[in-house]
């Protein structure tokens, strides 16, 4: 489904109560029965965001209004060309990343907050046979990987760092004596939408490496002052998203 939720009667929006059993109507949860996530949330007493998928829509009520980040699963594209006798071959993963906050405030129009998006590498997360699931054969384009045992054990202090550091990349080593690799996409706010959502990708040469790591995706935001630098307590980051290139970059295209 790719429209909104309207009354099928009056062709409006819907609008819940905005206080029910003495609280205030916070915002509406939209929920992904796929992913198991809450994916968005929407602010108004109108329902107004446009749905493109199976979800379950609920409306929030309670004391306190806080803002809210999120990053979607990947979506795959791939990019073949000639240049000057010279082909190239690119990756891209896309991510719908989005932040919502009860104040409206719209990214695109203000110097407040600085977004990015950060992906992490661990040199022991690999596609590998075993781990394609619901009978997919490996390798194949559709076919899906089982993250669930994978264990990056990555350190929330070090991503906070690079997020809100100058550094575009960070390699450290995890509790369990790994080396993980992250690295920092900054997003400039004037891409974002009116409903302070961006669809965001990230490029990958088509190599051999990349196309067998695991890697996961964070959105992260965070207020700056007026000299640009972090303010203390503001800072936002999604749980991350796992995915991985494989199928993508194996695919059968024409340039």
Do not use: H
């Amino acid at each position: 489904m790719n429209s909104y939720i309207k009354n099928s009667d009056t062709g409006d929006f819907y609008k819940t109560a905005a206080e029910v059993n003495g609280e205030k109507f916070l915002y509406w949860s939209v929920f992904s029965e796929n992913t198991q996530r809450e994916i968005a949330r929407c602010y108004s007493q109108y329902f107004n965001l446009r749905v493109t998928d199976n979800f379950i829509v609920t409306p929030i009520y309670g004391g306190t209004s806080e803002s809210y980040i999120s990053i979607g699963n990947a979506t795959y594209t791939r990019e073949q060309y000639t240049e000057a006798g010279i082909n190239y071959d690119y990756l891209y993963a896309d991510f719908i990343v989005a932040f919502m906050s009860p104040d409206a405030e719209l990214l695109n129009q203000s110097s407040k907050y600085k977004t990015g998006v950060i992906v992490e590498l661990n040199q022991n997360a690999k596609v590998t046979k075993d781990k394609v699931k619901n009978g997919g054969t490996f390798g194949a384009v559709g076919s899906t990987v089982d993250y669930s045992d994978i264990k990056f054990n990555s350190s929330s202090d070090e991503i906070q760092n690079l997020a809100t550091g100058n550094s575009p990349s960070l390699k450290y080593t995890n509790a369990d004596g790994v080396s993980n690799i992250a690295y920092k996409f900054e997003i400039n706010n004037s891409g974002y939408n009116n409903k302070n959502r961006l669809d965001y990708y990230v490029k990958f040469k088509n190599t051999q490496a990349y196309r067998n790591y695991v890697m996961k995706a964070y959105y992260y935001v965070y207020e700056v002052d007026a000299n640009g630098n972090a303010v203390a307590g503001t800072f936002k980051i999604t749980g991350a998203v796992y995915f991985n290139l494989y199928d993508i970059g194996n695919s059968e295209t024409k340039k």
